[in-house]
Nanobody
Framework: QVQLVESGGGLVQAGGPLRLSCAAS????????MGWFRQAPGKEREFVAA????????YYADSVKGRFTISRDNAKNTISLQMNSLNPEDTAVYYC????????????????????WGQGTQVTVSS
């Protein structure tokens, strides 16, 4: 299975941008649909965005639609999450996740359909 390492988290002021990256290794990256999830303190982990293996389709949670953009570079084995117009409600640990395409259906908004997870990166948005 693929191993995932997130980077790019940090402290940002409300209204500002931040870009997260996730580097994959250990398997053929183009075999994986990818997603971002986040977990705020005291809350359940929730879906943020997902992208299919080719990058041809992207999906977003309603709370981030129009502000966040997910992308991938299969040549560099990376995905990114460009986050704009951040607000304090976006404060959370952000996780990168991978779904192996031959493991079954890709129901992107549910965690149980992902096979590998990164360790997470903290994003803090100050008001």
């Amino acid at each position: 299975q693929v191993q995932l390492v997130e980077s790019g988290g940090g402290l940002v002021q409300a209204g500002g941008p931040l870009r997260l990256s996730c580097a994959a290794s250990g398997d053929t990256f183009s075999n994986y649909d990818m997603g971002w999830f986040r977990q705020a303190p005291g809350k359940e982990r929730e879906f943020v965005a997902a992208i299919t293996r080719s990058g041809g389709s992207t999906y977003y949670a309603d709370s981030v639609k129009g502000r966040f953009t997910i992308s991938r570079d299969n040549a560099k084995n990376t995905i990114s999450l460009q986050m704009n117009s951040l607000n304090p409600e976006d404060t959370a640990v952000y996780y990168c996740a991978a779904h192996m395409f031959y493991s079954g259906s890709f129901i992107y908004q549910f965690q149980q359909f992902y096979d590998s997870w990164g360790q997470g990166t903290q994003v803090t948005v100050s008001s």
